[in-house]
C-alpha cells in the first residue's frame, strides 16, 4: 500500500507543477488582488455553498434567494477575471476527472467482467 501512496504523493506534486495548475493559480491570484472582485467572488462562492446545503439538507430555496443566485451570475459572468478563474478551474477539473477514470480502471475492470 505504501507505493500506492507513494505514486498518489508524487501524482500531488505533478498536478502543482503542472502548468494547468499554474494557470489556475494565477487566474485566482489576480481575482483576489483586486479587493471588489475578491468581493464579488467571495459572496459568489458563499451563496453557492448555501444554496447546496439547502439543497443537500432538501429545505425549500427561496424565491428571493433564486434571484439573488441569479444576479450573481450575471455579475460573474460579466467579470472577465472572474470569468477567467471560472474557466481554469473547469480545466483543472477536467483534468482531474481524467486522472480519476485513470485510477478507477482497474476497479471499473474487475465488476465490468
Do not use: C, G
Amino acid at each position: 500500500m505504501a507505493t500506492i501512496l507513494d505514486s498518489a504523493k508524487a501524482l500531488e506534486q505533478t498536478i502543482r507543477e503542472s502548468a494547468e495548475f499554474a494557470h489556475l493559480k494565477q487566474q485566482y491570484d489576480n481575482v483576489y488582488a483586486d479587493e471588489a472582485t475578491k468581493k464579488l467572488f467571495d459572496d459568489f462562492r458563499n451563496l453557492q455553498f448555501t444554496l447546496q446545503t439547502k439543497q443537500m439538507q432538501r429545505e425549500e430555496i427561496t424565491q428571493e434567494e433564486i434571484i439573488q443566485a441569479q444576479e450573481h451570475v450575471v455579475a460573474v459572468q460579466q467579470n472577465e477575471k472572474i470569468s477567467a478563474l471560472l474557466e481554469a478551474e473547469q480545466q483543472m477539473s477536467n483534468v482531474i476527472q481524467q486522472i480519476n477514470q485513470i485510477v478507477m480502471k482497474p476497479l471499473e475492470e474487475l465488476y465490468n467482467d
